[in-house]
């Protein structure tokens, strides 16, 4: 019987020095909660500090939080689905993604088309220059902390597919950070509302992606090095 070669004092002291403990993961849907709790903190933070839009009460209740909810919940719902990407043989399937991340752009362009139709909004001179840069960086800085919050989970679930798990939660990000923005920005306009908003998001979605892009990048790092290490 051939004898089996046995690895070597330093690969062994090194294996050894990576082994700690760990915890189980909760599920998902348990684990996106955590992320739902930044949408109150988010809400009470840009009525404190930004204000709510002045044509609130053209809109009514039901359009100045109806899109925020319905963004909200398909926000999270990316949320859960980049979580579930650490989950083996439950991660979403590619056609489940998409479909989950196509019905939440058509959530932001309906809710567009619904707030534009039920008030005119605040006029400006040039809605696609003007505020637009304004509401793009605010919007952002709304979704920052979510998105760090998000990662946290994300490389805590140590994700199978990091880049698809980062564009996700990204996404889900973006599209929780509109909705709470909506209740500030009072300019209807398609041509502030799309490119800027919708900006934002993306830009958010993007820096998910890139990060995941660096988890998978610090991984194959790792695990070179290791190889290497058991190759002496």
């Known amino acids: 019987m051939q004898d089996v070669p046995r690895p070597s004092d330093e690969l062994r002291r090194a294996v050894a020095a990576d082994l700690r403990p760990v915890r189980s993961l909760a599920s998902p849907a348990r684990r996106m909660l955590v992320a739902a709790l930044w949408v109150p ?10 204000g709510r839009r002045v044509d609130a009460p053209v809109l009514g209740w039901p359009m100045i939080w109806g899109p925020l909810v319905l963004e909200a919940a398909l926000g ?4 859960a689905l980049a979580l579930a990407e650490s989950v083996p043989a439950r991660a979403p399937a590619r056609g489940q993604s998409f479909a989950a991340l196509g019905a939440a752009v058509l959530a932001f362009v309906a809710q567009v088309l619904l707030t534009r139709g039920a008030s005119p909004g605040v006029t400006v001179g040039n809605p696609l220059v ?3 840069l304004n509401c793009f960086a605010l919007e952002v800085v709304v979704g920052l902390p979510a998105l760090l919050l998000v990662a946290l989970l994300v490389v805590r679930a ?9 564009g996700l939660g990204g996404a889900g990000v973006g599209f929780l950070a509109d ?5 500030h920005c009072p300019i209807t306009d398609l041509r502030h509302v799309l490119p800027w908003h919708g900006a934002a998001v993306l830009l958010l979605t993007l820096a998910g992606l890139a990060a995941g892009m660096a988890w ?3 991984q194959r790092r790792q695990m070179a090095e290791r190889l290497a ?4």
Request: charged letters at 20%; zero cysteines; a positive charge.
């Open 179 to 183: 909705g709470v923005y909506h209740l």
């Open 41 to 50: 903190l988010a809400i009470a933070l840009v009525l404190e500090f930004l």
């Open 229 to 232: 290490l058991r190759s002496r």
């Open 216 to 218: 998978e990048r610090n």
């Open 158 to 166: 140590a994700p199978l597919r990091a880049v698809r798990a980062g």
């Open 76 to 79: 999270l719902v990316l949320v």
């Open 130 to 132: 003007t505020h637009g």
